[in-house]
T-cell receptor, first 109, second 116 residues
Framework: QKEVEQDPGPLSVPEGAIVSLNCTYS??????FMWYRQYSRKGPELLMY????GNKEDGRFTAQVDKSSKYISLFIRDSQPSDSATYLC?????????FGKGNQVVVIP | EPEVTQTPSHQVTQMGQEVILRCVPI?????FYWYRQILGQKVEFLVS????????KSEIFDDQFSVERPDGSNFTLKIRSTKLEDSAMYFC??????????????FGSGTQLSVL
């Protein structure tokens, strides 16, 4: 099993829809969970950061962590065309930092 | 807002040539990293650097790669003899804390390296 799995399939949604992204992981040492947003030809930008199971909200974004299932999610409410980007999950712990492959999200006006 | 800056944004080179990619990390950060992203692939860790020495490196970071902090602000990645498969976007990042212990990494915009 890969250390971090993120289905890289592109996702197209109409403006205003909820975007749902997720990753699974196998390394129990991971304790910190992040979502990065990457616009075309730009570096990844930290979007959400959490270290405990449960939900964390920041405006239209909600990060969800379920350590027992080794599963993390990102929800984007009321999606906007400006949310069109690639979203990468990342997780760290025990001196390891690993990224998912990224999901390309397109929000159609 | 402080940011990591990278130069050049694009670099084209011939196979076998040496290239140096440059980065200026955020000024109060202590840990520096290089990552690369081959088109359509994951962001991959290359190397981390702390206190003027390599603290960790991946298996990708072989003898053709080297890093240096030549002065108080710049952080460079040198690829000695480039290969076609080195073509990728190279990202520099910096953080206050060490990778893998809850740090937050800040990335530059990357250098797109094309090896012909």
């Amino acid at each position: 099993q890969k250390e971090v799995e993120q289905d890289p399939g592109p996702l197209s949604v109409p403006e205003g829809a909820i975007v749902s992204l997720n990753c699974t992981y196998s390394n129990s040492a991971f304790q910190y969970f992040m979502w990065y947003r990457q616009y075309s030809r730009k570096g990844p930008e930290l979007l959400m950061y959490t270290y405990s199971s449960g939900n964390k909200e920041d405006g239209r974004f909600t990060a969800q962590v379920d350590k027992s299932s080794k599963y993390i999610s990102l929800f984007i409410r009321d999606s906007q065309p400006s949310d069109s980007a690639t979203y990468l999950c990342a997780m760290s712990g025990n001196n390891r930092l690993a990224f998912g492959k990224g999901n390309q999200v397109v929000v159609i006006p | 807002e402080p940011e990591v800056t990278q130069t050049p944004s694009h670099q084209v080179t011939q196979m076998g040539q040496e290239v140096i990619l440059r980065c200026v990390p955020i000024s109060n950060h202590l840990y520096f990293y290089w990552y690369r992203q081959i088109l359509g692939q994951k962001v991959e860790f290359l190397v981390s650097f702390y206190n003027n020495e390599i603290s960790e490196k991946s298996e990708i970071f072989d003898d053709q790669f080297s890093v240096e902090r030549p002065d108080g602000s710049n952080f460079t990645l040198k690829i000695r003899s480039t290969k076609l498969e080195d073509s990728a976007m190279y990202f520099c990042a910096s953080s206050e804390a060490r990778q893998g212990v809850g740090e937050k990494l800040f990335f530059g915009s990357g250098t797109q390296l094309s090896v012909l």
